[in-house]
């Protein structure tokens, strides 16, 4: 098994940038994989498609899940993680600029870990994601692979 990495599931150029800046700043200096909608982020987990030499045993440590994603949207995703044996017990965190009731219950419904609204200020959103990055990595313990 390689260093644990996070898997960012972000769409938007802007937010992707703030989350990987936040998490340096943070001094999490764990490898970020990027994909940018659902259906990457499914063909990286389970390996397929331009994933498909990656070893799907190395699952991420933790999954930052942004809802609204083109091709599948976060909640699918977020289904298909949970229905599958061999990453059900993924840590995923939704992390999304969505404070809709229906996506909150959604999300806690389909198994998330739990739920952060994008804070619109930076500052704010770079102490959540600190503070993510923290409690994940660090302070949590992982379910055994």
Do not use: C
């Amino acid at each position: 098994m390689t260093e644990p990495i996070i898997l960012l599931v972000e769409d938007t150029a802007s937010d992707e940038v703030l989350t990987l800046r936040a998490l340096k700043k943070s001094g999490v200096a764990n490898r970020v994989v990027v994909v940018r909608d659902g259906a990457e982020a499914l063909d990286y987990l389970f390996a397929r498609g331009a994933h498909a030499g990656r070893d799907v045993a190395d699952l991420p440590r933790l999954i930052l899940l942004d809802l609204n994603l083109p091709k599948i949207s976060g909640l699918d995703v977020l289904r298909a993680v949970r229905a599958d044996e061999r990453t059900r017990r993924v840590p995923v965190v939704i992390l999304t600029s969505s404070n809709e009731e229906r996506d909150l219950l959604g999300g806690y419904d389909l198994g998330a870990n739990s739920y952060v609204v994008k804070p619109v200020d930076f500052t704010q959103f770079s102490d959540a994601v600190r503070q993510l990055g923290l409690y994940w990595l660090v302070v949590n313990q992982p379910a055994p692979t």
